[in-house]
Nanobody, 117 residues
């Protein structure tokens, strides 16, 4: 059972930046997919970005060019660098993982990101 703990959320003005971290309870070297989801007020949970064990990345169209996902296998941590934040990025952000292929089956508790315009 992989436990995921997010950190780095907070409040920021539009145009600002935040970096989210997701620390895993065990080595992520063999965890194929890790990702970040978000759920805004009154919205469904959506995939923001994902990264494979080989370093391949994928992004939602709404965040391409602004967000960057990365992973540090030595620290068992996945990051989400969020730049040029917009009010519509306001959401609870969740880290997720799956040992092989999605659907994701390990989830963190979430961290709140609030962007004021």
């Amino acid at each position: 059972q992989v436990q995921l703990v997010e950190s780095g959320g907070g409040s920021v003005q539009a145009g600002g930046s935040l970096r989210l971290s997701c620390a895993a309870s065990e080595s992520i070297f063999s965890i194929i997919f890790m990702g970040w989801y978000r759920q805004g007020p009154g919205k469904q949970r959506e995939l923001v970005a994902s990264i494979t064990s080989g370093g391949g990345t994928d992004y939602a169209d709404s965040v391409k060019g602004r967000f960057t996902i990365s992973r540090d296998n030595a620290k068992n941590t996945v990051y989400l660098q969020m730049d040029s934040l917009k009010a519509e990025d306001t959401a609870v952000y969740f880290c997720a993982a799956v040992r092989s292929v999605p659907p994701y089956n390990y989830w963190g508790q979430g961290t709140q990101v609030t962007v004021s315009s």
